[in-house]
């Protein structure tokens, strides 16, 4: 009897054809992937520059317009104009790199602009959305449709911003009132008007006296719905003008400078002088101060410069009298270096400060003294103080009515800026 066995010739053949047949499929797959993955950092790059491209495009709006984050309105026909720069530049920006969108991104392929203007938050971001499908090869045939990319960049854009959320007058202590000593006390017979900005105490708000205290539109020209606030509490709310509201504490970052009393004072070009030898006509530029500076309106005290800043190492300054202060800080830089444009008085030390001006007294710029007392007097003229006080306790008022008017052109204000988000 014959015994027939099975041949097994013929199936490594087979095994090899479906060996590479599924090596040619993964090869097929890796490329296809590398395709996609290559046209996915493609159209994430253009996305990244056609937001970049409209963010820089409203920047420019902002800044040639001189839009500030105290004058923010979402709603302005300069914002407008913003958003719709911001959305042609990034369209032209997406056509260079072969991609068509348009000024819709609802269907994954456009490009949107959202303006914010929430409590601190002020900002437009600009989103770019881009859709990119990739022919592939292998897994085409495998879906029945190219592999599709949907990539998104958002960039921001933030308008010049001024110290402490752009408050024309802060103080920054946090404690709760207590005799006539902490925070932001008003006090006396006249009136406090505050033209733009509004008024914050980080402790406690206080109205002492026949005083009333007006926080008004950046024209002067009637009461705000808003714009005087407190974190901790507030005594006398009747004298203030709309009414108090109770807000959270401001911190230091939002009143920080990018460089002390003494890195400012390192730079060349700077005057350092004793308290003593400071001169009462100042050249403009930067004055860096040692000690405390004493002036007697009834001897004749008085501190005039033009485009100055001026920099107490240690010390403060006093008036004990009516005097003379005329005294302003550059407006553009340089003006000269190491100046710095919109920074009238920094000081980071620990003093008391009183400044009875007289009526033909001005101060203009920011003052910067988060660790000082400061004492601001009306002087009957309403040009006197165009600045933004900020200090550790602040006291106003005096037997004289106080404007305080904002204005971009003498406060200090960081400059517009655009990052890309995402």
């Known amino acids: 009897m014959k015994t027939h066995r099975r041949s097994e010739s013929g199936q490594a053949v087979i095994l090899l054809t479906l060996a590479i047949?599924?090596?040619?499929?993964?090869?097929?797959?890796?490329?296809?992937?590398?395709?996609?993955?290559?046209?996915?950092?493609?159209?994430?790059?253009?996305?990244?520059?056609?937001a970049l491209a409209g963010a820089s495009a409203a920047a420019q709006v902002i800044y040639q317009q001189g839009v500030t984050q105290a004058t923010w309105n979402c709603n302005s026909a300069t914002l407008q104009s913003a958003i719709s720069a911001a959305s042609g530049a990034a369209i032209s920006r997406a056509a260079s790199n072969s991609f068509?969108?348009?000024?819709?991104?609802?269907?994954?392929?456009?490009?949107?602009?959202?303006?914010?203007?929430?409590?601190?938050?002020?900002?437009?971001?600009?989103?770019?959305?881009i859709t990119q499908d990739t022919p592939t090869a292998f897994a085409q045939t495998i879906m029945n449709r190219p592999l599709r990319n949907v990539v998104t960049a958002v960039a921001r854009v933030r308008p010049r911003?001024?110290?402490?959320?752009?408050?024309?007058?802060?103080?920054?202590?946090?404690?709760?009132?207590?005799?006539?000593?902490?925070?932001a006390t008003f006090h006396g017979n006249p009136d406090v008007t505050v033209c733009g900005g509004g008024i914050f105490?980080?402790?406690?708000?206080?109205?002492?006296?026949?005083?009333?205290?007006?926080?008004?539109?950046?024209?002067?020209?009637?009461?705000?719905?808003?714009?005087?606030?407190?974190?901790?509490?507030?005594?006398?709310?009747?004298?203030?003008?709309?009414?108090?509201?109770?807000?959270?504490?401001?911190?230091?970052?939002?009143?920080?400078?990018?460089?002390?009393?003494?890195?400012?004072?390192?730079?060349?070009?700077?005057?350092?002088?004793?308290?003593s030898d400071l001169p009462s006509v100042l050249s403009p530029g930067l004055w860096c101060i040692n000690g405390s500076v004493g002036l007697h309106?009834?001897?004749?005290?008085q501190l005039h410069g033009e485009g100055v800043t001026l920099v107490f190492l240690n010390g403060g300054l006093s008036c004990n009298g009516n005097c003379d202060f005329r005294i302003s800080a550059p407006t553009a830089s340089p003006d000269p270096y190491p100046a710095v444009p919109g920074l009238l008085i920094y000081s980071m030390a620990s003093s008391s400060w009183k400044l009875n001006g007289n009526n033909v007294s001005y101060f203009r710029g920011t003052i910067l003294l988060p660790n000082a007392d400061v004492t601001l007097t009306g002087t009957g003229n309403e040009n006197?103080?165009?600045?933004?006080?900020?200090?550790?306790?602040?006291?106003?008022?005096?037997?004289?009515?106080?404007?305080?008017?904002?204005?971009?052109?003498?406060?200090?204000?960081?400059?517009?800026?655009?990052?890309?988000?995402k």
């Open 201 to 275: 105490s980080n402790g406690c708000l206080r109205g002492n006296g026949s005083i009333d205290v007006y926080v008004k539109d950046f024209n002067c020209s009637g009461v705000a719905s808003s714009g005087i606030f407190y974190a901790t509490e507030v005594t006398g709310a009747s004298k203030f003008h709309p009414n108090p509201q109770s807000a959270a504490h401001i911190s230091a970052d939002a009143y920080a400078l990018d460089f002390t009393p003494q890195e400012l004072c390192n730079r060349p070009g700077a005057h350092i002088v004793n308290a």
């Open 100 to 129: 068509t969108i348009d000024s819709d991104a609802a269907d994954n392929h456009g490009v949107a602009t959202t303006c914010v203007n929430s409590g601190t938050e002020k900002y437009l971001d600009v989103l770019v959305r």
């Open 21 to 50: 047949v599924a090596l040619l499929g993964f090869t097929a797959l890796a490329v296809d992937g590398s395709m996609v993955y290559s046209d996915r950092r493609f159209a994430q790059s253009a996305a990244d520059a056609s």
């Open 384 to 421: 006197s103080f165009m600045t933004q006080v900020i200090t550790w306790n602040f006291e106003g008022g005096g037997t004289n009515d106080s404007t305080y008017k904002w204005n971009d052109n003498w406060m200090y204000t960081e400059p517009v800026t655009v990052e890309l988000n």
């Open 297 to 301: 309106g009834n001897k004749g005290g």
């Open 161 to 183: 911003k001024a110290l402490a959320f752009g408050y024309t007058i802060v103080a920054l202590n946090p404690a709760a009132c207590s005799g006539q000593s902490n925070g």
